[in-house]
């Protein structure tokens, strides 16, 4: 809800933030990740602290500097990390971000409320970007989120779909140059393997999942066709796949189009299998 001073005209809503973090967003990223990675005592020494592993980690995979340049007390971390948080680039900031994220790897409880916590903060203070399927992703939309997250997530049969929405997300989301033709690629080759395993066959094609899935329980023709259309989109002729030489243009809002109808897709044939 709008705030008392936006609703009577004297300030103004706050822009979306793209390519940038002011500084309310660094702030509440911070209040974040302190409590689990820089949280301070005075007179401990970092050795003999609960951060220890993480700092150690940091600084020898992620600022990949000597770990003989590890301050000895806790209370000197935190209060370099901070200005870390406060002057870094934006993107090396987001960097850090999901490099704490991939630290809670086998502690999956305290990452999955990471994530929850990061993305409120992203999400209230009109940042453009959010984590999906463990990567920052520029997606705001919450609806395509949990659609994209639901498809990254498949299990059992379905796990190699779930393998290509995670590899398209991470090419969508390559920066400083998204890969957006790989993504796309990435995204139909998991609706090419929700297809297969629904159709019973490994060589098989859309069409021939969709009779399997017809018969089970009919589908509207208009339906259907559309489904096909859109995966006749990276066969044809002039589609991604034609010749790696000849460089199709795919945009961003291509990729993004594709990432989240192959997700959706790929959830659709998991709820019908």
């Known amino acids: 809800m709008a705030s008392f001073s936006e609703r009577m005209g004297v300030t103004h809503p706050k822009a979306l933030q793209l390519e940038s973090l002011d500084e309310e967003l660094r702030a509440s990223l911070w ?76 502690d999956t409880d305290n990452q999955t409320q990471f994530v929850r916590r990061i993305n409120a903060v992203l999400e209230r203070e009109k940042s453009g970007y959010r984590f999906v399927a463990g990567i920052i992703t520029p997606i705001t939309n919450g609806l395509e989120i949990a659609e994209i997250e639901d498809a990254a997530d498949s299990r059992d049969k379905f796990a190699a779909a779930a393998v290509h929405i995670r590899t398209a997300v991470g090419l969508y989301s390559k920066r400083p140059e998204a890969d957006y033709r790989n993504s796309v690629k990435e995204a139909i080759s998991a609706v090419e393997s929700a297809v297969r395993i629904v159709s019973g066959k490994n060589s098989a094609v859309l069409g021939d999942a969709l009779k399997v899935m017809d018969a089970a329980k009919p589908m509207h023709a208009a339906f259907k066709q559309a489904l096909l259309k859109l995966y006749g989109y990276t066969s044809d002729e002039g589609g991604i796949r034609h010749s790696l030489l000849e460089s199709p243009n795919i945009d961003e809002s291509d990729a993004r189009f594709m990432l989240i109808a192959c997700s959706a897709f790929v959830n659709y044939c998991v709820s019908r299998s």
């Open 31 to 106: 209040n974040v990740c302190r409590p689990l990675f820089f949280y301070s005592s005075r007179g401990v020494y970092l050795r003999e602290s609960g951060v220890y592993s993480y700092a150690l980690a940091i600084y020898s995979r992620f600022y990949k500097v000597p770990v003989d340049d590890l301050p000895k007390g806790l209370s000197e971390f935190t209060k370099g990390q901070l200005e870390i948080f406060k002057d870094a680039k934006w993107y090396e900031l987001l960097n850090l971000i999901e490099f704490l994220h991939d630290l809670l790897a086998s």
